[in-house]
């Protein structure tokens, strides 16, 4: 067993190497965020199979160590990035995954825990948010050392298609999701900006017509990605490799980026002892700063509504 108090930034860990937790090793190699990567499965033969076929990309990478391992293998990890469960299916919501997942999950922090783990543990399975609190219940970890990937693919999703409805690189649009990840999140439009400029006056000079009713059924595109997706496909993956892969480096690299990840909330907006998808300062301490960003009245409304419709959910213990 490695020791656990030499905690190596440069080492990560991804369990479960289904579609969704291939593709983030995958996208991690292709970014070198990582120098070793160790894949677990409980199907072992899969993550060796997975390791094998994304080690043979190095040659047009970065030097980069991935392997099939055991949890002695990641008690050492910078981070771990938590993907085993079931998948979301057609006609199912992602609260409908809890009971299921929730089996899965604690199956795997106890293995965790146990070995003094002293990195950062990131939750992607779904329902992110829930299984968030529920992880960091079971591994009594420090808050900021237990986060989701939240709201942050959502987000993607909602400048990709602001970006194209007005032409614009979605590098340059600035807005963001929170709240659940999930059927009750909301965009904040209030404070939605093109590199400055405020969202509704962009709409303006694009000579765009129905600024609230365009912005709405952008927002319910956004909101029902994930069942355009599997309707079509069966799965999403890509999106949100994608998307943990940004928040990986802004753990190791130590980036400070402000990212809506799933963590503890302790008072912001009025909410307490619960995990939700919040603007938060993500770097090699986890979820370091939860930021209480200005809402309007019914953006406020909103949220609160979607940390209740949470909190009828959430584990006890």
Avoid at 37 to 57: F, P, Y
């Amino acid at each position: 067993m490695n020791d656990a108090c030499a905690v190596n930034n440069r080492k990560a860990a991804v369990i479960g190497c289904g579609f969704v937790g291939s593709s983030i090793a995958f996208t991690l190699m292709q970014r070198s965020v990582f120098s070793e990567l160790v894949l677990i499965d409980i199907d072992g033969k899969k993550a060796e199979g997975e390791a094998l076929d994304i080690s043979h990309g190095l040659p047009y990478s970065a030097p980069m160590e991935i392997y099939a391992g055991d949890y002695d293998d990641i008690s050492d990890a910078g981070l771990i990035i938590i993907t085993a469960g079931a998948n979301q299916k057609e006609g199912e919501t992602r609260l409908d995954l809890i009971g299921k997942n929730l089996k899965i999950l604690e199956g795997i922090i106890p293995e965790i825990a146990r070995r003094d783990y002293k990195g950062i543990l990131m939750i992607v399975t779904n329902p992110v948010d829930i299984l968030t609190d529920a992880a960091l219940k079971m591994s009594g970890f420090p808050p900021e050392r237990v986060i989701g990937s939240g709201t942050v693919l959502d987000t993607g999703r909602l400048k990709y298609l602001l970006s194209r409805r007005l032409n614009v690189d979605a590098r340059s649009v600035h807005a963001v999701i929170i709240g659940e990840h999930g059927d009750s999140e909301l965009a904040v439009w209030s404070g939605a900006n093109i590199s400055g400029i405020d969202l509704d006056h962009f709409y303006e000079l694009r000579g765009i017509p129905d600024y609230k009713k365009d912005t709405q059924r952008i927002y319910c595109e956004v909101r029902d990605s994930a069942y355009e997706i599997i309707d079509r496909k069966g799965a999403t993956y890509y999106g949100i490799a994608m998307a943990v892969a940004k928040i990986s480096e802004s753990i190791t690299r130590d980036e400070h980026s402000i990212l809506p990840v799933s963590s503890l909330l302790s008072g912001q907006y009025g909410i307490s002892g619960l995990c939700l998808s919040i603007p938060t300062i993500v770097g090699s301490g986890g979820a370091e700063k939860v930021l209480e960003i200005p809402l309007s009245g019914t953006e406020q409304r909103e949220l609160a509504a979607s940390a209740e419709a949470l909190k009828k959910l959430t584990v006890d213990s």
